[in-house]
């Protein structure tokens, strides 16, 4: 046995919460751009209305990571990683191991009769996304080519789900490079598959497909190197009676719905697509796409790093360090979010342009895909704040409060959904989402700031005045310097190009000049150490 092994866990020197975010968000911001690479071949390589294939393949998709993010991201972070941290602060490196194989074993078994069952089952679960709308489905053929492409991508959401329970371990001891790589390696996939594997296929969506499993070993295996300098790489155990285990098992339930409301309103929104015009489905799913860069480099980079570093504050009872950390993140969450939304809301139709409007997706779809990322980019810095805020509650292994204003979100979601589809269509779905995280991230600042957890005070305040400020300047300059919506469909792709990177451009140092002038400062988005 090692000298050590009987040991506290340590994880050695831990730079500063901004460095770390810093890490994962330009890592997170370099997988979206890859990402928005990606969507501008899908939209050249499956269009969005004007073929079957692209609603098929996107609902396909769709269905593991709806899975994979409801339960491995989302509910398993925020149920595990407290529990881990709880050993590195206060067990030996005996139980830690053991808790790390135990919760591979089962997790493993788990999946593994899930992955099979989706393969099998896959034509129930296309029929529960297109629930009032299969008959048509089933009619032009979108129903088969989507059960199809679900039999062969459903051991996905296996794969990528024990890589994520990979690198919730990672990211618990401070490593943060590893797990913000993997989702590099599937766009990379696609888009190889894209330009080069379309010839081995009679139905050119199989190529995705097929790289999307190739994808998820290369994910899964990425992450073993840096488990064997840690010395967890071990075989994994069943074992369903492990206190650790059962522990977190405790909080798994509640967890599986309140961290993943986004994706449940995603599902319904889905089905009520699915029974629009063709095509429905696409353009929501395009202008997510533009909405998850932001959310993404900012949002999930800062929940990353902050539930493994309040888990631990709260485990050595610093109630001072945990509200700085919680504070911090809604801070830069402002400082970036708020110019964020702001510019995807006034360039909605330059940038769909821009990136999508090529081959198959014609300019119908550019004016559905912008109206629909003008109502997201609504909701962009409440689902950001979402992000932020939810882990104040799990790290103190409260999972039940955020499962209650979850419930509320969804429901709010379903009742706005219901009622404006009939008369907006797809814009309708993109409201709801909206206004369902303004209501989720209320509910859930409200609740910190009961429990003495998060404080609106006058320094806040004051950075919500300077962000108004900088973003209110950034929209005049950009108002003032964008051409007509109209003149997008007569600019070539090159000047497309040039418009919209003069405009982001000036955006930028709008925002940024501005927001010196009234106070923000870099040093703001450090945070504590």
């Not at 109209?486 to 497309?496: A, E, P």
């Amino acid at each position: 046995m090692d000298q050590d092994h009987n040991q506290p866990i340590t994880t050695g020197k831990e730079k500063g919460i901004g460095s770390r975010g810093f890490v994962v968000g330009s890592l997170t911001g370099c997988s979206r751009v890859l990402g928005l690479l990606r969507t501008m071949a899908e939209s050249r390589f499956l269009g969005a209305s004007a073929t079957r294939i692209a609603d098929a393949f996107f609902l396909a998709f769709r269905v593991p990571n709806f899975f994979r993010r409801l339960t491995a991201e989302g509910a398993f972070a925020q149920a595990f990683i407290p529990v881990l941290a709880q050993f590195q602060e206060t067990g030996t490196r005996e139980e830690l191991e053991e808790f790390v194989q135990a919760v591979a074993g089962n997790f493993g078994l788990v999946l593994l009769i899930v992955c099979v069952l989706g393969s099998v089952f896959a034509p129930a679960f296309i029929t529960i996304f297109t629930i009032g709308s299969t008959s048509a489905w089933v009619a032009d053929g979108r129903f088969d080519l989507a059960t199809g492409l679900l039999v062969v991508m459903f051991p996905y959401l296996g794969l990528i789900s024990f890589t994520a329970f990979l690198g919730s371990v990672l990211n618990s001891f401070d490593r943060f490079f590893v797990p913000a790589f993997i989702p590099v390696i599937l766009n990379i996939a696609m888009i190889c598959a894209m330009l080069f594997g379309t010839t081995w296929f009679a139905e050119r969506a199989y190529a995705l497909a097929w790289a999307v499993i190739v994808a998820g070993v290369i994910q899964l295996l990425w992450h073993f190197p840096s488990l064997v300098s840690l010395r967890l790489l071990k075989l994994p155990k069943v074992n369903w009676r492990l206190p650790g285990f059962t522990q977190m098992m405790k909080l798994f339930g509640p967890a599986v719905f309140a961290a993943s409301v986004g994706q449940i309103n995603i599902l319904v929104g889905t089905q009520i697509a699915a029974s629009l015009v063709i095509g429905s489905v696409s353009w929501l799913y395009y202008a997510d796409r533009l909405i998850e860069l932001p959310v993404g480099m900012i949002a999930i980079a800062l929940q990353t790093v902050i539930l493994p570093s309040i888990s631990k504050l709260h485990n050595r009872g610093d109630q001072i360090g945990f509200r700085r950390h919680i504070l911090w993140g809604a801070e830069v969450g402002l400082i970036l979010g708020v110019p964020a939304a702001v510019g995807l809301f006034v360039l909605a139709t330059p940038l769909t342009a821009t990136l999508f409007f090529r081959g198959e997706f014609t300019w119908e779809d550019v004016q559905m895909v912008a109206v629909a990322l003008q109502a997201f980019a609504v909701g962009v810095l409440p689902l950001m704040l979402v992000k932020i805020f939810a882990p104040g509650f799990f790290a103190k292994k409260d999972t039940k409060t955020p499962f209650y204003y979850a419930s509320i979100s969804v429901a709010v979601n379903i009742l706005v959904s219901l009622s404006l589809f009939q008369f907006i269509h797809h814009v309708g779905i993109a409201i709801a989402t909206s206004v369902a995280a303004f209501v989720h991230a209320t509910l859930l600042m409200v609740g910190l700031m009961r429990r003495g957890d998060f404080k609106i005070s006058k320094p806040f305040i004051k950075v919500c005045m300077q962000v108004a400020i900088a973003s209110g300047s950034m929209v005049v300059l950009l108002h003032f310097l964008s051409p007509s919506n109209n003149l997008w469909l007569d600019f070539s792709i090159w000047v497309r190009i040039l418009w919209l990177s003069l405009l982001i451009g000036a955006g930028m140092v709008a925002y940024f000049v501005v927001g010196l002038v009234v106070g923000l400062r870099p040093r703001q988005l450090i945070g504590p150490n």
